[in-house]
């Protein structure tokens, strides 16, 4: 984290309590993920699950991760090729019509 006197602002994580698919889930932004991941996912039957987001991720990146692993929490059988291509093509429609974290946009 940087200090506001260096000008630049402290980052809030996210950590958080949602709800997807009618099952609580934790949302959390992690400094890290393992095999380059991006995001991921606990199976929806697990105790406490989670959906971790990386931090570092901003703008539109942001928003595909995110819808990509809502998209695994709300239906996890789903075949990963849809859901990529699904997160993406959700993700780029809702930046172009001006879509914007208030935290993160870029």
């Given amino acids: 984290y940087m200090s ?10 996210i950590d958080r309590t949602i709800r ?7 949302l959390r932004e992690v400094d ?12 929806p039957q697990t105790p406490r699950k989670q959906i971790r987001l990386l931090a570092s991720l901003q703008g ?7 819808l990509h692993e809502f998209f695994h929490a709300l239906a996890w059988d789903l075949d990963e090729s849809w859901v990529e ?8 429609i809702l930046y172009d019509l001006g879509y914007r974290d208030h935290d993160n946009s870029t």
């Fill in 20 to 26: 997807l698919g009618n099952k609580r889930w934790r």
């Fill in 85 to 92: 291509v699904s997160a993406r093509d959700v993700a780029k």
């Fill in 32 to 43: 890290a993920l393992p095999e380059k991941r991006r995001g991921d996912c606990d199976d």
């Fill in 4 to 13: 506001e006197s260096k000008g630049l602002r402290k980052k809030n994580l």
């Fill in 60 to 66: 539109r990146d942001r928003l595909e991760i995110l």
